[in-house]
């Protein structure tokens, strides 16, 4: 799973909205959508404080390292 899903993904579990998140994070709702339809890549600060508000550390992928 890619950083737009893993965002989509735990935005959704969390019962937020693109708009909510948003918000959260200080950035455009239409942004998040972006990110999370991977027309936009987001810098890694801004990943990085996305994932925080959602609870997950940027690292956390659900698999091993190879």
């Known amino acids: 799973m890619d950083l ?4 989509s993904t735990l935005r959704r579990m ?6 909510q998140l948003a918000r959260l994070v200080d950035v455009a ?6 990110i999370e339809a991977g027309r936009v890549s ?4 801004l ?3 996305i994932m925080t508000v959602l609870g ?3 690292g956390f992928t659900g698999v091993a390292d190879m």
């Open 42 to 45: 987001p810098s890694f600060d």
């Open 56 to 58: 997950e550390p940027i």
């Open 4 to 7: 737009a899903e893993r965002i």
């Open 47 to 49: 990943a990085q404080e």
């Open 29 to 34: 709702p239409t942004t998040v959508t972006r």
């Open 14 to 19: 969390s019962g937020l909205s693109a708009r």
